[in-house]
């Protein structure tokens, strides 16, 4: 049992498969073969969910502590991307060819956050209160988006970082929008309710 979760230009595939012993690993596949990538010492699961042009791929893994933390796997190796301060766990889930990485980290709250240079770079989140944030995908440009939520009011709003500001993407009349991936010209793909809460797929673009 598995599932594919990101590509690169040179075919590389990652993701997420059951081992023999019940336990999830991150792979990644290429030459017809799947490679565990393994996990941070004392963890049981991992999962891979980005791959760059490099081969450098972002995941999260569990540790001998039981949370789990974002990872960078390069050169056979797999690194911590970055301290949290207060954190209980981290996931990456995307990585440009200039190895920035997005992903979240949970506090008290869901943080959004940027990983670079070994260091972890909190977004912030949309004004209102809104308190649970995710980045998703991030390009070469470091344009990175992701979604924020409300619980309480069951509200979720797709956003687009950039500049050191995040930008709220709009909704088709729901109260869901969600972001997923962007790419080179700043074409953001995603999906949302609309006011029946249907769920529609959405390509959102630059306004310039």
Known sequence: MGAGTGINDRGQVVGIAKTASEEYRAFLFEHGVMKDLGTFPGGFSSGAYGINNRGQIVGDSGTSSGAGHAFLYEDGAMYELGAIQGSIGSQAYGINNRGQAVGSAYTIALHAYLFQDGVAVDLGNLPGDYYQAAATGI??????????????????????????????????????????????????????????????????????
């Open 139 to 208: 390009n070469d440009r470091g344009q990175v988006v992701g979604s924020v939520n409300n619980g309480r009011r069951g509200q979720q709003r797709a956003f687009l970082y950039q500049n050191g500001a995040m930008v709220d993407l709009g909704t088709f009349g729901g109260s869901i929008t969600v972001a997923t991936g962007i790419n080179e010209r700043g074409e953001v793909v995603g999906w949302a309710w609309n006011a029946s809460n249907v769920s529609h797929a959405f390509l959102h673009t630059p306004s310039h």
